[in-house]
C-alpha cells in the first residue's frame, strides 16, 4: 500500500463522450443486486442508466430488476460468464465491454451504466479497463472481521458499502470494529453503512453516485 | 511456432473464449457427459465435425488475408456451413471479442475489413497471417481451440481432474494433428469446396441451451 494516498489507481482524467461506469462487486449475498436495483429505483428519472448483470443464474438478476426498478427491459442485458465470475469482470472484459457498448450503442446519451458483477470473493476486483469506479459491497452477517482480511475490494475500491446493518446484533457484529478495521486498510477512501431493506433510497450511497457522475461530466 | 503464435492460441488471451462450452453444457444437461472417457467421446466428435470446419475456415482466411477484402463470401460460407443459429451467434460474439484483442495487441489496417462481428474462425484465420503464421498454424490453433475450449469447461462446470482431462486432450493430439492438415490442405481452393460436415446433435443442443433456465456459459 505504501504512503500512497489517491482515491485509487482509477485513471485521473474522466473519459468524456460516454456514460459513466460502475461496477459493483462483492460477495454472494451481499446485497448486489438489491443496492443496484435501490438506485436505478432512485437514479432513473434523473439520469439516463442501464445495467449490466453478471449474475451465475442467467436471467434472474435481470428479472429481479425488472420486477424491482423499473427499469425497461432493453436497459438490461445479462452476460454469462462461464463458472468464473471474476474473470468476466477482470482477466478477460470482452462480454462485458460487449454489452457495455451495445447498450451505449441503443442509448446514446446514456449518463450511467452499472455492471453488477456474479457473487464472487473478497479477492475480486473489476478491471481498470471494463469501469471507472467501483463499488464493493459487504455485508455484516460475514463476521465482523471480513474488512481485516482486506483483499483489493475492500482496500481500493472506491466506495465500500457494509449492507445489511440492521442484522448487526442478530450475528453478533461489532459495527465499530468494522468501521475502524476498513479505515486502517482504505487510506481515506470512504465507507457507508446501510440497511437497503430498511432504507430503501439509500440516500448516502445515491448521492455519492450522483457526484461521481457530475464530476465525469464536468471535469 | 513463433511467439505472437503461442500468444494467439493461448486461452489466457482476452478474447471471451472462458464464457463458451463449444455446447458441452448443453452435452451435460441432456445427461450426454459425465465423465473424462464421455466428455473424450464428446470432444472427438467435435473435432471431426465442429472443428474440421471451423479450422478450414481459419485456414482459408489465413490463405486470403493478404488480399484484405472480399469477406463477405467466406462469411457467407461459414454461416453456410453453421445451421444452428445459436451456434452462429456465438462464433460472431467470439469473433468480435478476438477482433478486439487483436486490433490492441497486433494493430494493423488488415484487420479493418473484417467487419464488426466476424466469424471466430476468420479472424483467426487473418491474424494467424498478420503474425507470420501458416495456413497449417491457423488450422491447428483453431482444431486446438475446437476441443481446448470444451475441455476446459468440463473441468469448471462437472469439477472432473484436470489431469484425466489433459490426458484425453493428449491423446487427441494425433487427431488435432490431422484435423489440422486435412483442413490447410483445402485452405488455397475454391470456398465452396471447403469441408461441411455437421454435428446435427450439437446444432439441436446449442438451440436448446438458448431456452435453459439455468446456463452458465453462453454457448
Known sequence: MGGYHGPDQHHAAPKHGRALRLGIGGPVGSGKTALTAALCRVLKDELRLAVVTNDIYTTEDADFLRRNAVLADDRILAVRTGCCPHTAIRDDISANLDAVEELEHRFEDLELVIVESGGDNLTATFSQGLVDRQIFVLDVSGGDKVPRKGGPGVTSSDLLVINKTDLAPMVGADLGVMDRDSAKVREGRPVVFSSVREEPEVPKIADWVRGLVHEFQHH | ?219
Request: net charge negative; with cysteine.
Open chain 2, 1 to 219: 511456432m513463433n511467439a505472437h503464435l503461442l500468444m494467439l492460441s493461448d486461452s489466457r488471451l482476452p478474447a471471451g473464449g472462458h464464457a463458451h462450452s463449444g455446447g458441452l453444457e448443453p452435452a451435460v444437461t441432456a445427461g450426454a457427459v459425465k465423465t473424462v472417457p464421455d466428455l473424450a467421446g464428446f470432444l472427438a466428435g467435435r473435432l471431426w465435425t465442429t472443428g474440421l470446419v471451423t479450422a478450414a475456415i481459419a485456414a482459408a482466411a489465413c490463405h486470403h488475408a493478404p488480399g484484405g477484402s472480399g469477406w463477405e463470401l467466406l462469411d457467407a460460407e461459414a454461416d453456410a456451413r453453421t445451421p444452428s443459429p445459436a451456434q452462429r451467434t456465438a462464433s460472431r460474439a467470439q469473433g468480435r471479442a478476438l477482433l478486439r484483442a487483436a486490433r490492441r495487441t497486433w494493430p494493423d489496417p488488415l484487420l479493418d475489413g473484417l467487419g464488426r462481428l466476424p466469424h471466430q474462425p476468420v479472424v483467426l484465420g487473418a491474424v494467424t497471417r498478420l503474425v507470420g503464421g501458416s495456413v497449417l498454424d491457423a488450422a491447428g490453433i483453431a482444431a486446438y481451440q475446437s476441443v481446448g475450449g470444451p475441455a476446459s469447461a468440463a473441468v469448471r462446470l462437472l469439477g472432473l481432474d484436470p489431469l484425466g482431462v489433459q490426458r484425453a486432450l493428449a491423446d487427441l493430439a494425433g487427431d488435432i494433428d490431422d484435423v489440422a492438415r486435412e483442413a490447410a490442405a483445402c485452405a488455397a481452393g475454391d470456398w465452396s469446396a471447403l469441408p461441411c460436415v455437421s454435428a446435427p446433435a450439437l446444432d439441436l443442443w446449442a438451440e436448446e441451451h438458448l431456452r435453459a433456465d439455468l446456463r452458465l456459459f453462453e454457448s
